[in-house]
Structures are given as C-alpha cells and as structure tokens.
C-alpha cells in the first residue's frame, strides 16, 4: 500500500478479482455471472472495475441508468449490459448505446417498443423483470398473458430473460418468504416460457442470494456487494477482500484545553486536556453527519481514534489523545480495518449506503492490475 498525502481511495482490482473468483466457487461452473456495477461500481470507479472483470471472463454486467450504461460503452466495454431502471426518456440513446433494458410495466414495455419501433429495430435484446415481492419494480403475475400476446406479435424485441429480485436474501428469519419468491418466480417463469415461442434464461440471486440460496442459480446470478468485498454476512466477509480503502492524511493536531469545545455548533466539549488532529475529509466526499459526534473510529497508526464533533463540509476532527502522531501521518477511514461495513454500522448504514456515497471529490488511486 502507498502512504496517502491527501484524501483517497484506494482501489485493490487484486482484492476484486479474488473476491470474483471466490464468488464462482460458489456456482455451477456454468452458471453465468452478471456484474453488477451501477453507482460507480458501488462507489468505486465503473469502467475500471468493469474493464478488469470483462478480463476475468463475467458474462454480464448491470447498471440502474442509461447514462450509467454509456460511460462503460466509452470506456470501451464490449459485453452486453442489462440497465436495471432505465426511464422511457432515455430509451433512444439506450438503443443507440447497445444497452439491454429491462422491462418491468406494461406502460415501460409499450414506450419501447414504440422506440424500437422507430428505430425499426428487429429482435432487439430486452429483459423482463417481474415483482414477486419485493415491491419495488416489475410486471405482475397476472401481467403474463399482455407480455406474451405482446412478444408473440411483434418482432422489434426479444426477450432474452426473465428475472425478479430478492427482498431478504440475507436475512434468513426470512427464508420462508424467500422460498415463496423463489416458487412465485418459477411459476411465472414456467407460464412465459410455455407461452413465448422460445425460452428466455432465468436468473434471480444477488450476492445474498449466491451464498444462501444457491439451488435458484438457474442460468445467471446478479453479484454487486460480494465483488466489492461484502456479503452481509460475517462468516462470508471473512473470504472475501476489501476492494476499497479510504484513507486520508492529518492537516494539523490541536492541544484542547478542559473546557474548550471542537468544531461547529460546539458540538464536543472537552473535560480534560485532549489532542486532536483536523483531516481533510467531511461530507462533501460521503462521510454523513451520521459518523460524528463521538459514534465512530478512524485508525490512525494502528490505533483507534473518534470522530469528534459535526463532520464538517471539507474536514473532521478526531481524538489523537495518547497516539504518537503528526501532520502529514496517514488515517485510514476505513479499508481492511475498520471495515465499511463496521464503520457503517457504527451510524446504524449499511456499506452499500457508505461505499456509494464517496463523492467524486476524492481521488481513485489503484493497486493492482
Ligand atoms: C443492485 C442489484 C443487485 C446486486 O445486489 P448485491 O446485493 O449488491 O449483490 C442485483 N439485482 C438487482 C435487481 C439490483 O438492483
């Protein structure tokens, strides 16, 4: 690792290809693997990572919007990429883009074909996304017979497949739920098959997914958090890798007197003699006002230091009380150690939340090739 002289993200595309290759050993050899790389590839850096898995041999990888899509097209990724929400609006430049949507309304599956229409597409490759209880996107059960007798008539798309999405695969109080999605999707997928003229692939599992209910792979599964390092699960962190690590550097140390406060709205008062060191991070680069006021630890020399008083726009203030460090001395915000999804939990977020959130701001440095 190098020493950080200012606010960065290390990217380790070592840790993400271990962490890829630990995901495979989960599947059948020739289940496909769909990457799923929207918001930056979770907050890290889109094309880079996608660059480096299209090496690896995924077969897929998913974005939520189009504009998300095209910036993988400029960075020259060639494999299909489904988009998870596209919105009618954008539908032209999808098509223009080779982007693969996925239909989830009867409203969303008329205005494409509409455009494809337009565009006097033929067979353009679609995916059909239906709710089994997530409620959040997607056709209806009862939807089947108006998508079918849709397809079946006209010749502008094709589906290439059929998926839904899991609510709680993580959360296994709720398998009997996940079980009921997995039955409810196997019956839809069964009815369209029949009824289409050919038969779409199937694929349902998130990373959760792979982990807890490997028997519903079917053709593809849809990894996003275990690529980065996480699988919402202990025993499962212990094999994957960090690809992230936010680290940052000291600006300068204070000698706090007993009685003196720190920061804005004077939010932390000392009662003793404290030093605090200022870091040139705040929540202009994703670190929330959740992760002040003494909830949270950074490491600086291997020690742990609280996050003190409001998080500022540009900058933090921590407690160096007892820790031999300096302007100019590295802290790591979070990485091997804490890990996001420790130092989320610390604001009662998730590491999705804290990982896509590192704003632009701060500056992708990688590690690996
Ligand atoms: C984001 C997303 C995924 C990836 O989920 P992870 O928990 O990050 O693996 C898969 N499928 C859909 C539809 C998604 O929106």
């Not at 337009?118 to 209880?133: C, D, E, L």
């Not at 919402?232 to 007197?257: C, F, G, M, Y």
Request: net charge neutral.
């Amino acid at each position: 690792m190098r020493k950080a002289h200012e606010t960065v993200l290390e990217i380790d595309l070592n840790a993400l290809e271990h962490n890829y290759r630990f995901l495979k050993s989960q599947l059948r050899p020739e289940t496909k693997f769909l990457a799923v790389v929207k918001a930056f590839a979770y907050g890290s850096d889109a094309p880079r990572i996608a660059q480096k898995l299209e090496t690896l041999g995924v077969d897929y990888f998913a974005v939520a919007y189009v504009s998300e899509g095209i910036a993988l097209r400029k960075a020259g990724i060639t494999l299909p990429i489904l988009v998870l929400h596209p919105l009618p609006v954008h539908f032209e430049s999808l098509i223009d883009n080779c982007l693969e949507p996925s239909l989830y309304s009867p409203k969303v599956l008329r205005d494409f074909l509409e455009v494809a229409q337009k565009k006097n597409q033929k067979n353009y490759p679609v995916h059909i996304k239906f709710n089994t209880g997530l409620n959040r996107l997607g056709f209806w059960e009862n939807d089947v017979d108006f998508i079918t007798e849709t397809l079946n008539e006209r010749e502008e798309i094709k589906v290439v497949s059929i998926f839904s999405h899991l609510a709680a695969s993580e959360d296994l109080k709720e398998a009997p739920f996940t079980y009921r999605q997995i039955e409810i999707f196997e019956k839809i997928a069964e009815e369209v098959t029949e009824k289409l003229k050919h038969a779409p692939f199937k694929h349902l599992l998130n990373t959760s997914g792979i982990i807890n209910y490997r028997n519903a792979q079917y053709d593809m599964v849809r990894s996003g958090i275990g690529l980065y390092g996480f699988g919402n699960d202990r025993i499962v962190d212990a094999d994957l890798r960090p690809v992230v690590t936010l680290k940052t550097v000291i600006s300068q140390i204070h000698k706090i007197e007993p009685g003196e406060t720190v920061g804005y709205n004077r939010a932390f008062t000392s009662t003793e003699y404290r030093k605090t060191a200022t870091l040139p991070i705040g929540h202009a680069d994703g670190i929330g006002r959740q992760y002040g006021k003494g909830k949270t630890f950074v490491h600086v020399k291997g020690q742990l230091a609280l996050i003190i008083g409001n998080v500022c726009m540009d900058m933090i203030m921590i407690d160096v009380t007892g820790i031999d460090c300096a302007a100019g001395d590295e802290v790591i915000i979070f990485g091997e150690n804490p890990t996001a999804e420790s130092f989320a939990a610390s604001a009662n977020t998730i590491s999705y939340e804290l990982l896509t959130g590192i704003s632009q701001r701060v500056k992708r440095q990688y590690m690996g090739r």
